[in-house]
Each structure stands twice: as structure tokens, then as C-alpha cells.
């Protein structure tokens, strides 16, 4: 049976606080306790101190993906900068750095000021070349970086070797404004500092369905809660209100983990900075250290799955194939015992930008969603712009272009599907001519 022991973040005791019962009348509902949750009633609840704001959590805090991602704190969006200028050109990529880079600065705001232990360290990021192919994408990476206003650090073959001996890398860019972190610390972290400002947070208390209007029902097993605004902060798990059911794909992503290393082990290894560590690829591979030692290492081999109500966040092929890709590209680490192994959900959208506004007729309905695997970082600033959305604030928070925008979507199953394994392919040929 799946545990909360699979998963090496949420192997730690734990105690569920209340779940919600009887009928409430609130001034903000909201649904998650995931990053966007907790952020958005921690920013809310800042601005407004009297405001009654309650979060209901089908499961508990660290449930969904922020308890089941790899920690890497990014204020980056699309992975690097080159993605991000072919897609949106130089002027917007730049405006989108811009948010990202508050996006990162509001993470270590939390962490500092409200002294969350999340084991946090500001390793940067690294992303290496494999082979000559690669080590040219990562020459226009770092021509896009500087183009684009992002900080992105060229380092060649020694100096790549000299940070990470254990893979014949060609060369390598660091990104200096990034870090790791304990997600489910950070979260669990976060969860004390919105209690403590009077935020009321119930969990196993699974939203069955919404009645939208003036005042907003959301209705839970054991009660009803009337609200004057709600935030959906469900990300790629499907919402009562099914908002975006087919714009933000679930994807599946999983990571395994092993033992702490011995000091040999480290010593092959080889990593100094404890960056994370990833490959220039589309469907990468990465391995980050954590505070025990341990390694983290995650096979960006993305899975779609025609039943997006189901839940296949335990999928052992996929365990199979990452053990067998750590030992091909981490040999010394043949005899190591993986000692955990789980999966999530990542949404993603057509377009790899994020969407966070305020919808339905009464205009109280507020979101944040589509963090395309980037949302420790991406899901405080949805929190933030909530609040100032919330507020009626004209700022650069309410009027940047992540902000009430359009999402593409498939409204068909089938379509959604068949286009998500074609994307897939492409991603696999377009990595196949970087070998
Ligand atoms: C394997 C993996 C690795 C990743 N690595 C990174 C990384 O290194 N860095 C990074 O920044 N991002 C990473 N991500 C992405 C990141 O985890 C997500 O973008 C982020 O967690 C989304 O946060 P969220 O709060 O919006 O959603 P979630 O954390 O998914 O929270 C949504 C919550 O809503 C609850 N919910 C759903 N329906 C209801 C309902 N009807 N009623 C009440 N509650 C409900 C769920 O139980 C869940 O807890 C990774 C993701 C995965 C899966």
C-alpha cells in the first residue's frame, strides 16, 4: 500500500489539523493547501487582518505536488532562457524574467523573515552538456540569458568538470539565483506562519462541489462553507468548478531517492556547489544533493494518461527506468539503495506560462495555476498577485500579461491525448539530434 513513507519529504511525523464541520460563513475560501494555497492565505490575510480566510484540503498539507517535487527553487520560467526568448521574443521575455525574479526574492523573503527551516541553501542551478550538440544549445542559452536580462553563468569544460566530475560534461551553465530546498518543510513551515496570523487551515476536507453566485458554497462531507470570494488553488488536480480542465494538463513526473551517500560516494560525485544538477535536454534527467547527503534524481520523461480524474502518482515502471538511468550515468552509485520512491502531477500549458486571475460573474472567483514544473517559486507570486487582485490594486502585480489571461486548451479527451504523446515525440526527436 502507498504511504506517506514512499515519498522521502513526507517520511516525517506528522499531524493533521482539523477538518472542516458545521456551516462557516468566511470572507475567503480556499481550496489547496499546496504552495498557491498557503501563499495566497498568507498574502491575503496580510492585507486584510480581519478578513475570516480558511483553507480546505481534501487530503493533507503536502498532498499534492508541493510535497512531491524536488525542492529546486527557480526563478526561471520554461527551464531556461532560450525556450523562453524563442517562444515570447526579447521585450516579453524579459518582463517575464522581471516577475520570476520577484518570484524567487518573495521565496527567500518567506524563508528569512519568517525563519522557516526548509533546509535551504542558495546552491544556483546547473545545467550540463552531455555532448558537443548540447554544449552548443547551452552557447545560445547563454546569449539569450544576457539579451533577456537573466543571470546565466558560461562555464567551459574544466571549469564544468571542475563542479561536476562525476559525468564527462562538455561544458556548463550555472544559474547562479536559484537553490534547493525540503519542500514539505517549506510548506509545513508555511503552514505555522499563516495559522499564526489567524488563518484557519482544515484538512481531509475534500470540496464536492461549488455553487458560484454572491456568496460562493463550497460544500465538504461534513459541512457547507459560504464565502464572499474563493481562490482555486488545485492546480492539476480537477476543481468542482472543472476551470481548466483540459488548459492545464496533468502531467506525471516522478523522482526516487537514495541513502545518504558515503564520503567515496560523494567524493565520485563530485558536486562542491550542491547545485541542482540537470541535463540540456527537453526530457532531462537531474539529480540534486539534500541536507542528509542523499540524492534526489528525477527523469523529466513526462507522463500523460487519458484519465486525468485518476491518480497514478505511484508508477513503478517509471521507479524502474530512473534506477537504471541513475547506475548508466552514475555508475559508482551501483550498489546504493534507493530508499524512496514517488510521483506527482505537474500542469502544464500550451503555451508553458502560468495563469493567474479572477473569474465568474460575480468576479470572485480568484486562481493560480499552469506552473509547467516551476512552482515553488511561481505559486508565491500567484499567492501575491491574488491579494493585490483581491484588493483592486493597478500595479505591475495586476496588469503583467500572466495576469487574466486566455488558456488554450483541447476540450476533448481524446484530442487533449492524442496531442499530448505527439508532443512528447517531438520533444523525444528533437532531444534524439542533441545525442
Ligand atoms: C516530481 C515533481 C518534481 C517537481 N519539481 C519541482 C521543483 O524542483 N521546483 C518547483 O518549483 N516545482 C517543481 N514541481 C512543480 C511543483 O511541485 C508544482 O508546480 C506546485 O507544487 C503546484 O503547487 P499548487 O499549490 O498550485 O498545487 P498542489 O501542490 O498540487 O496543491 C493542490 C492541492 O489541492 C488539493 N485539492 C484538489 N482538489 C481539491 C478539492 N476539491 N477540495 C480541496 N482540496 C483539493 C490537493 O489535495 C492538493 O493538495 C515538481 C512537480 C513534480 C510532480
Excluded at 526574492?105 to 519568517?114: A, C, K, P, Q, Y
Excluded at 550555472?174 to 519542500?183: A, F, L, V, W
Aim: proline content about 4%; some cysteine.
Amino acid at each position: 500500500m502507498r504511504t506517506t513513507k514512499d515519498n522521502l519529504w513526507l517520511d516525517t511525523p506528522y499531524t493533521p489539523g482539523p477538518s472542516c464541520w458545521g456551516d462557516h460563513e468566511v470572507d475567503v475560501a480556499i481550496l489547496g493547501a499546496g504552495y498557491t494555497g498557503l501563499a495566497a492565505a498568507y498574502f491575503i490575510k496580510k492585507r486584510f487582518p480581519d478578513r475570516r480566510v480558511v483553507v480546505l484540503e481534501s487530503q493533507y498539507v503536502g498532498f499534492g505536488s508541493s510535497g512531491r517535487n524536488s525542492g529546486g527553487v527557480s526563478g526561471m520560467l520554461g527551464h531556461n532562457y532560450r525556450n523562453l526568448k524563442q517562444k515570447h521574443g526579447t521585450e516579453k521575455s524579459a518582463q517575464l524574467q522581471g516577475l520570476m525574479d520577484e518570484s524567487f526574492e518573495i521565496v527567500e523573503g518567506l524563508i528569512g523573515e519568517h525563519q522557516i527551516a526548509c533546509d535551504y541553501e542558495r546552491t544556483g542551478r546547473m545545467v550540463v552538456a552531455e555532448t558537443d550538440r548540447q554544449k552548443r544549445l547551452l552557447e545560445e542559452e547563454v546569449k539569450a540569458a544576457q539579451e533577456i536580462g537573466g543571470a546565466a553563468i558560461w562555464l567551459d569544460k574544466t571549469e564544468a568538470h571542475d563542479r561536476f566530475g562525476a559525468v564527462d560534461v562538455k561544458a556548463a551553465v550555472r544559474y547562479p539565483n536559484e537553490g534547493i530546498s525540503d519542500p514539505v518543510k517549506f510548506l509545513r513551515g508555511m503552514r505555522r506562519v499563516v495559522e499564526l496570523l489567524g488563518v484557519e487551515v482544515y484538512e481531509y476536507s475534500h470540496c464536492t462541489h461549488i455553487d458560484a453566485g454572491r456568496t460562493v458554497k463550497l460544500y465538504t462531507p461534513g459541512g457547507i462553507v459560504r464565502a464572499d470570494n474563493i481562490v482555486v488553488a488545485t492546480h492539476a488536480y480537477p476543481n468542482p468548478l472543472k476551470l481548466f480542465h483540459y488548459s492545464v494538463l496533468p502531467f506525471y513526473v516522478y523522482n526516487i531517492a537514495t541513502e545518504p551517500l558515503s564520503p567515496s560516494q560523494l567524493d565520485a560525485l563530485h558536486l562542491p556547489g550542491r547545485e541542482n544538477t540537470f541535463t540540456a535536454k527537453n526530457l532531462y534527467w537531474a539529480v540534486r544533493p539534500t541536507a542528509d547527503n542523499r540524492l534526489v534524481f528525477i527523469e523529466c520523461d513526462a507522463l500523460y494518461f487519458y484519465d486525468i480524474g485518476r491518480d497514478y502518482g505511484h508508477w513503478p515502471p517509471a521507479y524502474r527506468r530512473h534506477q537504471a538511468l541513475l547506475t548508466e550515468k552514475l555508475p559508482f552509485l551501483r550498489d546504493v539503495r534507493v530508499t524512496h520512491a514517488w510521483g506527482g502531477r505537474i500542469g502544464l500549458t500550451l503555451d508553458f506560462l502560468p495563469s493567474v486571475g479572477c473569474t465568474g460573474k460575480e468576479k470572485n472567483i480568484y486562481y493560480g495555476m499552469g506552473y509547467n514544473g516551476q512552482g515553488l517559486a511561481c505559486g508565491q507570486l500567484a499567492g501575491k498577485i491574488i491579494a493585490a487582485l483581491m484588493a483592486g490594486e493597478e500595479s505591475e502585480l495586476t496588469t503583467n500579461m500572466l495576469v487574466n489571461r486566455s488558456l488554450l486548451g483541447i476540450p476533448s479527451a481524446l484530442l487533449t491525448y492524442a496531442g499530448s504523446q505527439t508532443y512528447k515525440l517531438y520533444f523525444r526527436w528533437c532531444d534524439k539530434r542533441l545525442d
